[in-house]
């Protein structure tokens, strides 16, 4: 298996860049998730991982060989297609053989990589069956094991859940997980879901309009985001944020809020006279009758154990995950206490994440 390491790829189509200079390392074994809206760039940038798209300028290095400009035939990497593309008239045995054969390789070889691969998917009872009466979960598996038989040194799949309903959708991403596990293959997976990113990878890479907004395990992009843009993009409901003008010297551990002195990580750099953005995840806040900094309840969202409170404040609206046993009633004013150590402080022109105490080495080039 490989590692795969991505420096400062660009990729223009005429005068539209679609990425502009990513930087990013996929481990060897990992799975590795491509994350952003529509339109931000994740398919191109793996398409050029694929050899199905050459870049305008930069680096792909797998296992440390410079691949950006070789063919895409030469670069021993498995693009698991639309996970449906099955050859119908044959049955799944010649399906999974099908990529060996044209490799020449020799019969009994084909045969026990073939038992192999459908031992491991769990699909040996259907290997004498036509592809055209399959459930659609066995389709998926025998669309996989066509790209696992080869044994390529990564897997590549683009949005490979998307076409599937919600339930059968989390049983094929934790089976894909799961397989992920035993075999331990380099996978680069793009998705527009963060849920899908948050539950299944490794690492993630979040980008927008061509650019990488932050490269990181699920759990750093989630407690210590970038950037705004990838606080509001993860979670649900995103990260709040409470906006104000202020000046801060370098060891600052407050803000001044409406009147109210609120507790922050220590601010590891200057903000002079900036826009700033106060963000706080909704679980991070807590209603309590004596809080100073206060809050209008404009609407309450009933979720069996827990209960999101919308609440209108002076810096902005604020969306706080609550026990659903404890009391919010709508039109009254509550005061809002937020967890010290989870605050992130962002500089609302840029939109980037000002380095405090917690965030300070989070962040991977
Ligand atoms: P989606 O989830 O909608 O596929 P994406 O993040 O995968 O989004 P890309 O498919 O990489 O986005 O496309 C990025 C941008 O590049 C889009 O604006 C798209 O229209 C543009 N683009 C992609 N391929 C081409 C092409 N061959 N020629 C011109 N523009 C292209």
Same mark, same amino acid.
């Given at each position: 298996?490989?590692?795969?390491?991505? $420096?400062?790829? $660009?990729?223009? +189509?005429?005068?539209?860049?679609?990425?502009?200079?990513?930087?990013?390392?996929?481990?060897?074994?990992?799975?590795?998730?491509?994350?952003?809206?529509? @339109?931000?760039?994740?398919?191109?940038?793996?398409?050029? &991982?694929?050899?199905?798209?050459?870049?305008?300028? @930069?680096? &792909?290095?797998? %296992?440390?060989?410079?691949?950006?400009?070789? /063919?895409?035939?030469?670069?021993?990497?498995? +693009?698991?297609?639309?996970?449906?593309?099955?050859? /119908?008239?044959?049955?799944?045995? #010649?399906?999974?053989?099908?990529?060996?054969?044209?490799?020449?390789?020799?019969?009994? %070889?084909?045969?026990?990589?073939? %038992?192999?691969?459908?031992? &491991?998917?769990?699909?040996?009872?259907?290997?004498?069956?036509?592809?055209?009466?399959?459930? @659609?979960?066995? $389709? #998926? $598996?025998?669309?996989?094991?066509?790209?696992?038989?080869?044994? /390529?040194?990564? +897997?590549l799949m683009d949005e490979p859940l998307g076409a599937l309903d919600a339930e059968f959708r989390e049983h094929m991403a934790e089976e894909l997980r799961a397989l992920h596990n035993r075999m331990n293959a380099t996978t680069v997976y793009v998705t527009h879901d963060q849920l899908e990113a948050m539950q299944m990878g490794d690492k993630i890479v979040v980008m927008n309009h061509g650019v990488v907004e932050q490269f990181g395990t699920p759990q750093e992009i989630y407690d210590h985001p970038a950037t705004m843009f990838v606080a509001d993009f993860i979670g649900s409901p995103p990260m709040n944020f409470l906006r104000f003008t202020g000046t801060f010297e370098r060891g600052a551990t407050s803000v001044h809020l409406s009147g109210v002195d609120i507790a922050v990580p220590e601010l590891r750099q200057e903000a002079a006279g900036r826009e700033i953005a106060l963000g706080v995840r909704p679980e991070h806040v807590r209603l309590s009758d004596g809080g100073a900094y206060r809050g209008c309840v404009d609407a309450t969202e009933y979720l069996g154990t827990t209960q999101i409170v919308t609440l209108q404040c002076d810096n902005g609206t604020v969306k706080a995950r609550i026990p659903a046993s404890q009391h919010a009633i709508i039109g009254e004013t509550v005061g809002l206490e937020f967890s010290t150590a989870t605050l992130s402080l962002f500089d609302a022109g840029s939109g980037r994440a000002l380095v405090t105490a917690a965030n300070e080495g989070a962040f991977r080039g």
């Open positions: 298996m490989a590692e795969i390491v991505i $420096r400062n790829l $660009r990729k223009e +189509f005429g005068s539209f860049v679609a990425v502009r200079e990513s930087s990013f390392t996929i481990g060897d074994g990992e799975f590795f998730m491509l994350l952003g809206p529509s @339109g931000c760039g994740k398919t191109t940038t793996l398409r050029m &991982i694929a050899g199905l798209e050459l870049p305008t300028a @930069g680096d &792909i290095l797998l %296992d440390g060989e410079n691949v950006a400009q070789v /063919p895409a035939s030469r670069r021993d990497i498995a +693009f698991v297609f639309q996970m449906f593309a099955l050859y /119908p008239h044959m049955n799944v045995r #010649q399906n999974l053989a099908y990529p060996l054969k044209n490799q020449g390789m020799a019969r009994a %070889d084909i045969r026990r990589r073939v %038992d192999e691969v459908a031992r &491991i998917l769990g699909i040996v009872s259907i290997l004498d069956s036509g592809v055209g009466r399959l459930s @659609g979960g066995d $389709r #998926q $598996r025998v669309a996989l094991g066509r790209a696992i038989v080869r044994e /390529p040194k990564a +897997f």
